[in-house]
């Protein structure tokens, strides 16, 4: 088993920054990649950026790059997600996953945590 826990949520101006750290423990030798996603009120989830473990290749997608910026940390088994120039639109609850070798879906989810951009 995995277990996932995030932290680092919580109010931020627009314009601001936030900084979340996902912390990976359990059978994680298996670990292909770990995402950063989120889901607003209503709408459906979507990816932030994802870090390959091995080798820290890092997938931004277009609404995130220049703003977001995912890294891992070995020693402490976690992956970070700087987000700068935060928006009001990037309100959410923020959850990281952890995708293993040979499978496709992300199997093992943390808790989440909330980003609350005010305008």
């Known amino acids: 088993q995995v277990q996932l826990v995030e932290s680092g949520g919580g109010l931020v101006q627009a314009g601001g920054s936030l900084r979340l750290s996902c912390a990976a423990s359990?059978?994680?030798?298996?670990?292909?990649?770990i995402g950063w996603f989120r889901q607003a009120p209503g709408k459906e989830r979507e990816i932030v950026a994802a870090?390959?473990?091995?080798?820290?290749?890092?997938s931004i997608p277009p609404f995130a790059k220049g703003r977001f910026t995912i890294s891992r940390d070995y020693a402490k088994n976690t992956v970070n997600l700087q987000m700068n120039s935060l928006k009001p639109e990037d309100t959410a609850v923020y959850y990281c996953a952890l995708q293993e070798l040979g499978h496709f879906e992300y199997k093992y989810w943390g808790q989440g945590t909330q980003v609350t951009v005010s305008s």
């Open positions: 870090i390959k473990w091995s080798t820290g290749y890092a």
């Open positions: 359990g059978r994680t030798l298996n670990t292909d990649f």
